[in-house]
Protein backbone atom coordinates (compact mmCIF):
# COMPACT_ATOMS: atom_id res chain seq x y z
CA UNK A 1 0.00 0.00 0.00
CA UNK A 2 1.66 3.53 -0.97
CA UNK A 3 0.23 6.69 -0.15
CA UNK A 4 -2.22 8.95 -2.47
CA UNK A 5 -0.09 12.24 -2.21
CA UNK A 6 3.45 12.96 -3.13
CA UNK A 7 5.55 15.21 -0.21
CA UNK A 8 7.35 16.81 -3.23
CA UNK A 9 3.76 18.63 -4.99
CA UNK A 10 5.59 20.42 -7.73
CA UNK A 11 8.90 19.96 -8.84
CA UNK A 12 11.09 22.99 -8.17
CA UNK A 13 13.95 24.60 -6.90
CA UNK A 14 13.55 26.74 -3.41
CA UNK A 15 14.78 30.09 -4.97
CA UNK A 16 16.30 31.24 -8.34
CA UNK A 17 18.97 29.09 -10.03
CA UNK A 18 22.14 30.69 -11.16
CA UNK A 19 23.92 30.30 -14.10
CA UNK A 20 21.01 28.11 -15.66
CA UNK A 21 21.95 27.18 -18.90
CA UNK A 22 25.79 26.24 -17.67
CA UNK A 23 24.36 24.17 -14.93
CA UNK A 24 22.06 22.35 -17.27
CA UNK A 25 24.55 21.61 -19.44
CA UNK A 26 26.60 20.14 -16.53
CA UNK A 27 23.67 17.97 -15.38
CA UNK A 28 23.51 16.48 -18.86
CA UNK A 29 26.84 15.62 -18.88
CA UNK A 30 26.93 13.98 -15.74
CA UNK A 31 23.51 12.00 -16.97
CA UNK A 32 25.06 10.18 -19.67
CA UNK A 33 27.67 8.90 -17.44
CA UNK A 34 24.86 6.53 -15.65
CA UNK A 35 24.26 3.08 -16.90
CA UNK A 36 22.01 0.74 -16.14
CA UNK A 37 22.71 -1.17 -12.14
CA UNK A 38 24.51 1.99 -11.29
CA UNK A 39 24.15 2.90 -7.66
CA UNK A 40 24.16 6.39 -7.52
CA UNK A 41 25.57 9.12 -4.58
CA UNK A 42 23.58 12.22 -5.12
CA UNK A 43 24.66 15.54 -3.40
CA UNK A 44 23.32 18.40 -2.38
CA UNK A 45 22.62 21.70 -4.10
CA UNK A 46 21.11 23.31 -7.56
CA UNK A 47 23.17 21.43 -10.06
CA UNK A 48 22.33 18.08 -8.10
CA UNK A 49 18.73 18.87 -8.58
CA UNK A 50 18.90 19.33 -12.32
CA UNK A 51 21.68 16.52 -12.49
CA UNK A 52 18.89 13.88 -11.14
CA UNK A 53 15.88 15.10 -13.38
CA UNK A 54 18.52 14.43 -16.38
CA UNK A 55 19.02 10.84 -15.35
CA UNK A 56 15.51 10.18 -14.33
CA UNK A 57 14.63 11.10 -18.27
CA UNK A 58 17.49 8.90 -18.96
CA UNK A 59 16.17 6.28 -16.45
CA UNK A 60 12.41 6.54 -18.05
CA UNK A 61 13.33 6.75 -21.79
CA UNK A 62 15.72 4.02 -21.45
CA UNK A 63 14.17 1.50 -18.78
CA UNK A 64 17.49 1.73 -17.08
CA UNK A 65 17.78 0.08 -13.13
CA UNK A 66 19.24 3.09 -11.10
CA UNK A 67 19.31 2.99 -7.53
CA UNK A 68 20.42 6.69 -5.23
CA UNK A 69 21.79 7.28 -2.49
CA UNK A 70 21.13 11.09 -1.40
CA UNK A 71 22.78 13.48 1.08
CA UNK A 72 19.85 15.69 1.83
CA UNK A 73 15.94 14.98 2.71
CA UNK A 74 15.53 17.41 -0.21
CA UNK A 75 16.94 15.82 -2.50
CA UNK A 76 15.82 11.99 -1.34
CA UNK A 77 11.78 13.64 -1.88
CA UNK A 78 13.32 14.91 -5.08
CA UNK A 79 14.50 11.48 -6.23
CA UNK A 80 11.02 9.79 -4.71
CA UNK A 81 9.37 12.28 -6.69
CA UNK A 82 11.17 11.54 -9.95
CA UNK A 83 10.81 7.30 -9.14
CA UNK A 84 14.59 6.99 -8.50
CA UNK A 85 14.61 4.17 -5.53
CA UNK A 86 16.21 5.71 -2.81
CA UNK A 87 19.00 3.39 -0.45
CA UNK A 88 21.03 4.60 2.15
CA UNK A 89 24.88 3.77 2.67
CA UNK A 90 23.72 1.00 5.44
CA UNK A 91 21.53 -0.26 2.14
CA UNK A 92 23.86 -0.18 -0.43
CA UNK A 93 27.45 1.09 -1.44
CA UNK A 94 27.86 3.79 -4.19
CA UNK A 95 29.33 3.03 -7.53
CA UNK A 96 30.08 6.35 -7.92
CA UNK A 97 28.43 9.61 -6.89
CA UNK A 98 28.32 13.58 -8.28
CA UNK A 99 27.85 16.73 -5.87
CA UNK A 100 28.38 20.26 -6.69
CA UNK A 101 30.50 22.95 -4.16
CA UNK A 102 30.94 26.63 -3.43
CA UNK A 103 34.87 26.45 -4.45
CA UNK A 104 36.90 24.83 -5.95
CA UNK A 105 41.00 25.38 -5.61
CA UNK A 106 43.50 24.63 -8.47
CA UNK A 107 44.25 21.37 -6.36
CA UNK A 108 40.59 20.63 -6.31
CA UNK A 109 40.21 21.24 -2.41
CA UNK A 110 36.53 22.61 -2.14
CA UNK A 111 34.25 24.13 0.16
CA UNK A 112 30.92 23.06 0.53
CA UNK A 113 28.09 22.98 2.75
CA UNK A 114 26.03 26.22 1.91
CA UNK A 115 23.35 23.29 1.65
CA UNK A 116 24.74 21.87 5.49
CA UNK A 117 24.66 18.21 3.96
CA UNK A 118 28.64 18.46 3.92
CA UNK A 119 29.38 15.15 6.78
CA UNK A 120 26.59 12.84 4.13
CA UNK A 121 28.40 14.55 1.75
CA UNK A 122 31.78 13.68 3.06
CA UNK A 123 30.74 10.24 3.82
CA UNK A 124 29.53 9.38 -0.22
CA UNK A 125 32.72 11.26 -1.44
CA UNK A 126 35.04 8.31 1.12
CA UNK A 127 32.86 6.21 -0.14
CA UNK A 128 32.56 6.17 -3.80
CA UNK A 129 34.73 4.07 -6.41
CA UNK A 130 34.40 7.39 -8.60
CA UNK A 131 33.13 11.24 -7.65
CA UNK A 132 32.17 13.94 -9.64
CA UNK A 133 32.05 17.52 -8.53
CA UNK A 134 29.67 19.45 -10.81
CA UNK A 135 30.82 23.61 -10.98
CA UNK A 136 29.72 26.78 -13.02
CA UNK A 137 32.43 28.58 -13.55
CA UNK A 138 31.87 31.16 -10.55
CA UNK A 139 32.69 28.46 -8.35
CA UNK A 140 36.46 28.72 -9.32
CA UNK A 141 38.85 30.25 -6.93
CA UNK A 142 42.52 30.84 -6.36
CA UNK A 143 42.80 29.30 -2.32
CA UNK A 144 39.60 28.69 0.02
CA UNK A 145 37.48 31.40 1.49
CA UNK A 146 38.21 33.29 -1.43
CA UNK A 147 34.07 33.40 -1.29
CA UNK A 148 32.53 31.90 1.64
CA UNK A 149 33.31 30.55 4.64
CA UNK A 150 33.83 27.22 5.78
CA UNK A 151 31.06 25.46 7.73
CA UNK A 152 31.97 23.88 10.22
CA UNK A 153 28.99 21.09 11.83
CA UNK A 154 29.16 21.43 15.43
CA UNK A 155 27.69 19.24 18.68
CA UNK A 156 25.62 21.70 20.04
CA UNK A 157 26.92 21.59 23.66
CA UNK A 158 30.33 22.44 22.04
CA UNK A 159 29.45 25.85 20.12
CA UNK A 160 31.28 27.90 22.42
CA UNK A 161 34.38 25.72 23.02
CA UNK A 162 34.16 25.44 19.48
CA UNK A 163 34.21 28.73 18.73
CA UNK A 164 37.18 29.19 21.14
CA UNK A 165 39.61 27.12 19.23
CA UNK A 166 38.54 28.55 15.90
CA UNK A 167 39.79 31.93 16.55
CA UNK A 168 42.99 30.42 18.08
CA UNK A 169 43.41 28.71 14.47
CA UNK A 170 43.17 31.91 13.17
CA UNK A 171 39.69 32.42 12.21
CA UNK A 172 38.80 36.16 11.28
CA UNK A 173 35.06 35.55 11.92
CA UNK A 174 33.19 32.29 12.83
CA UNK A 175 29.17 33.13 13.12
CA UNK A 176 25.97 30.45 13.85
CA UNK A 177 24.54 29.79 11.06
CA UNK A 178 20.89 31.00 11.34
CA UNK A 179 17.64 29.52 9.72
CA UNK A 180 16.11 31.82 6.94
CA UNK A 181 12.23 30.44 7.46
CA UNK A 182 12.16 29.45 11.45
CA UNK A 183 13.45 31.05 14.48
CA UNK A 184 17.06 30.45 15.92
CA UNK A 185 20.15 28.65 14.61
CA UNK A 186 19.83 25.94 11.34
CA UNK A 187 19.66 22.58 12.57
CA UNK A 188 21.61 19.75 10.29
CA UNK A 189 19.63 16.28 9.55
CA UNK A 190 22.27 14.94 12.42
CA UNK A 191 20.87 16.94 15.08
CA UNK A 192 23.76 20.00 14.79
CA UNK A 193 24.84 23.46 14.55
CA UNK A 194 26.86 25.01 11.87
CA UNK A 195 29.55 27.78 12.47
CA UNK A 196 30.50 29.50 9.32
CA UNK A 197 34.33 30.29 9.67
CA UNK A 198 36.78 32.04 7.46
CA UNK A 199 40.21 31.90 7.19
CA UNK A 200 43.25 33.74 5.40
CA UNK A 201 45.34 30.89 5.45
CA UNK A 202 44.37 27.17 4.56
CA UNK A 203 47.01 24.84 3.88
CA UNK A 204 46.87 20.77 3.14
CA UNK A 205 46.81 19.87 6.88
CA UNK A 206 43.89 22.37 7.48
CA UNK A 207 40.86 20.09 7.53
CA UNK A 208 42.66 17.47 9.92
CA UNK A 209 43.44 20.39 12.55
CA UNK A 210 39.76 21.65 12.67
CA UNK A 211 38.42 17.69 12.88
CA UNK A 212 41.06 17.47 15.76
CA UNK A 213 38.24 20.17 17.80
CA UNK A 214 36.58 18.08 20.33
CA UNK A 215 32.63 18.97 19.33
CA UNK A 216 33.58 19.22 15.49
CA UNK A 217 31.67 16.72 13.64
CA UNK A 218 32.82 17.37 10.29
CA UNK A 219 33.66 20.13 8.04
CA UNK A 220 33.16 21.70 4.44
CA UNK A 221 36.40 21.73 3.58
CA UNK A 222 37.66 18.60 1.35
CA UNK A 223 41.71 18.44 0.69
CA UNK A 224 43.21 15.40 -0.82
CA UNK A 225 39.84 13.46 -1.90
CA UNK A 226 40.29 11.86 -5.64
CA UNK A 227 37.64 14.18 -7.66
CA UNK A 228 36.93 14.71 -11.22
CA UNK A 229 35.66 18.71 -12.11
CA UNK A 230 32.74 18.88 -14.48
CA UNK A 231 31.63 21.97 -15.70
Same mark, same amino acid.
Request: aromatic letters at 8%.
Given at each position: ?9 ? *? ?9 E ?6 E???K?A ?5 ? @? ?17 V ?22 ? @? *????T *????K ?31 I ?13 K ?8 ? +?? +? ?6 ? *? ?55 G ?16
Amino acid at each position: MYWNEKIVQK *LEWNGEISNLEEKQAIAEKISKIAKDGDVI @GVGSGSTSFLAVQAIAKRVKEENLKIRVIPTSRELGMVCNYL @G *LPVET *LVTAKPDWCFDGADEVTPQKWLVKGRGAAMFREKLLIANSKKSYILVDKSKFVSKPCEKF +PI +PIEVFPDA *LYAVKEKLFELGATSAELRLAKKKDGPVITENGNLIVDAKFENVDETFETKLKNIVGVIETGLFIGYDVEVIS
